[in-house]
């Protein structure tokens, strides 16, 4: 199978490079302190596989037994965003289960020059039937979910679809989104943050690609992870993140020149159209959820977010949170962490902590009746 070929020959890779000098490897990283080489061991023996779902074929990975936790990645990621937390779970009695979704990686299948294939119902439709194969059919094919970014929009839509499928959430930088019959989401963006701001510049087919190509995936990569102003974004037509291509290529403390080169390699093979889609939808989701106006999230919540996390500082986000908002849309919402000093990939930049958040919480939910 290609794709379990192409990491085990990235692991390799890593191992090889680990031989002199067992420091280069930085992730993942683990609390007891034990070596690089061990934990790209591990990395290894997490299982690869392909899943017939929804009419598309999805790459998985998977390790460890115990209660289901599916974990959903956002832009620009994929499954390897939950490195750390797949070895985690797995040496905590649980079966993490991380795919790469419909558009990303090695998942295929998904007709990308068409946006409207890349709705919450298509995502949601593509997560239930995961679920179903991964979990078994039955009345009992509740699993625990963990969410990130676009993951998490994903996320709290299958708990407003089918509830019925998820034990408990976990969702991390985006809070719930109560849907607005008045404004469509992109008019009401452009008219907060202008044309510049980067959901917009995302939306016309090929132009932001176009752009992207000039700078070169390693940098428009490095870019986003580097990201850490709690403030809009904005990618104004030729200068966007105001890098020059002949800057040189820095990386956030928290991911290794070897991380970059795996998401550089897989989105060089992809391309970044796929997940662009989600933004290209929003309007589309909009049309298409006017039936859940003002309906409630009715599964057991926790929520973080980093307070440099600029989903944290759209407008209205804070009050949102803090204020009643999100518990009166969220009523079964029984914790919210802000965490100091952390921006987007929280779950990346501070597994530890991530960790023990997501398994303090579920673990009230994993004794079976």
């Not at 009992?140 to 034990?167: E, I, Q, S, T």
């Not at 908002?325 to 929280?346: M, N, T, Y």
Request: aromatic content about 12%; overall charge negative; hydrophobic content about 40%.
């Amino acid at each position: 199978m290609e794709t379990c070929i192409g990491f085990k020959n990235w692991v390799l890779h890593i191992l090889k490079s680990l031989l002199p000098q067992t420091t280069h490897l930085t992730t993942p990283t683990t609390t007891n302190k034990e070596s690089q080489t061990e934990v790209v061991l591990k990395m290894e023996q997490i299982e690869h596989k392909m899943v017939a779902v929804n009419g598309i074929n999805m790459h998985v990975a998977e390790l460890g037994k115990g209660p289901t936790v599916l974990l959903i990645h956002g832009f620009p990621e994929l499954w390897y965003t939950w490195r750390h937390q797949i070895l985690y779970l797995a040496s905590h009695g649980y079966r993490a289960i991380a795919p790469d979704l419909r558009g990303y990686g090695d998942t295929t299948g998904a007709p990308i020059s068409d946006p409207a294939k890349f709705t919450t119902l298509h995502v949601v439709g593509d997560l239930v039937a995961l679920i179903d194969a991964v979990a078994g059919p039955g009345e009992n094919n509740k699993v625990f979910v963990v969410a990130h970014d676009w993951g998490a929009v994903m996320a709290w839509a299958l708990c407003l679809y089918r509830p019925d499928k998820v034990k408990a959430l976990v969702a991390l930088s985006v809070p719930f989104s109560p849907r607005n019959p008045k404004y469509k989401p992109l008019d009401a963006l452009q008219h907060l943050y202008g044309k510049d701001y980067y959901i917009t510049r995302f939306q016309e087919p090929g132009e932001i690609e176009g752009e992207f190509a000039v700078w070169g995936t390693e940098r428009v990569l490095s870019n986003f992870f580097n990201f850490r102003k709690p403030e809009a974004l904005c990618l104004p037509k030729g200068i966007g993140f105001g890098t020059s291509p002949d800057d040189p290529i820095t990386l956030p403390s928290w991911i290794s020149k070897e991380d970059l080169a795996y998401y550089t390699s897989k989105f060089e093979k992809t391309g970044f159209t796929g997940g662009l889609n989600y933004y290209r939808a929003l309007n589309i989701n909009w049309e298409l959820t006017a039936p859940w106006t003002g309906a409630q999230i009715k599964v057991p919540v926790k929520f973080i977010v980093g307070d440099l996390d600029l989903t944290y500082h759209t407008m209205g986000a804070k009050d949102y949170i803090q204020k009643g908002g999100f518990k009166k849309d969220v009523p079964l919402l029984e914790d919210v962490v802000i965490l100091q000093g952390v921006a987007h990939f929280l779950h990346e930049e501070k597994p530890d902590e991530i960790n023990q958040h997501i398994h303090h919480f579920i673990q009230h939910f994993s004794v079976e009746p």
